[in-house]
């Protein structure tokens, strides 16, 4: 099983519809996040998390919003998705509990959403 | 605000070749990160480099890092088929464990026979 499992992997909608992705990960790491990618702009983050009660803005939050509903699970919402939110959505989590740690983040297999 | 450049975006190589991908950034940060994306997957981890003049090696792929240049490279020695992917490098401005990153655009690495 994966580590950091994002639902759907897949999904079309349509404009004004309001899209959940859900993340869970088995992990134990306290630190989540949703970043966006889009062709020749890599990837930039929405929004983070470094623990349940901790939600943060990221680069381009705008459209979006996220609930921490517990350490292990991390959601994103599209309140009234619009087309240019078409991209590929991945869920990432790190560690910071660790002593010492300087570890990377891990990501989910990512979401691919379009909106028509 | 934070940029990091990624050059060249494109790469075809034969195999064999040896070739270096360039990473630069704006701000002054001692933590970055290699990752590579096959088509359709998820990121993984390749590299941390979390000083200057690090220097990282697993199997063709080497990285270092030069923060008073701002700038780290991964180079292909070598290069076989199966590296074919994207790299992608990621500045972390924060201390302690990976926070909020920030990603190059990417390079594409298409490697061929």
């Known amino acids: 099983d994966a580590d950091v499992t994002q639902t759907p992997r897949n999904r079309i909608t349509k404009t004004g519809k309001r899209i959940m992705l859900e993340c869970s990960q088995t992990k134990g790491h306290d630190r989540m996040y949703w970043y966006r990618q889009d062709p020749g702009l890599g990837l930039r983050l929405i929004y983070y998390?470094?623990?349940?009660?901790?939600?943060n803005k990221g680069e381009i939050s705008d459209g979006y919003s996220v609930s921490r509903q517990a350490q292990a699970k991390f959601s994103l919402s599209l309140e009234s998705a619009i087309p240019n939110q078409t991209a590929l959505y991945f869920c990432?989590?790190?560690?910071?509990?660790?002593?010492?740690?300087?570890?990377?983040?891990?990501f989910g297999d990512g979401t691919r959403l379009s909106i028509l | 605000e934070l940029k990091v450049e990624q050059n060249p975006l494109f790469l075809s190589m034969q195999e064999g070749k040896n070739y270096t991908i360039y990473c630069n950034y704006s701000?002054?940060?001692?933590?970055l990160y290699w990752y590579r994306q096959d088509p359709g997957k998820s990121l993984e981890s390749l590299f941390v480099?979390?000083?200057?003049?690090a220097v990282k090696q697993e199997g063709r792929l080497m990285a270092s890092l030069d923060t008073k240049a701002r700038l780290s490279t991964l180079h292909i020695t070598a290069a076989v088929h199966d590296l074919s992917a994207t790299y992608f490098c990621?500045?972390?401005?924060?201390?302690?464990?990976?926070?909020?990153?920030?990603f190059g655009t990417g390079t594409r690495l298409q490697v061929t026979l």
């Open positions: 998390s470094f623990d349940v009660k901790d939600i």
């Open positions: 480099l979390l000083s200057n003049g």
């Open positions: 990432a989590t790190s560690d910071s509990l660790r002593q010492g740690s300087n570890q990377p983040q891990h």
């Open positions: 990621a500045v972390d401005l924060s201390s302690g464990t990976a926070s909020k990153l920030t």
């Open positions: 701000t002054t940060s001692d933590r």
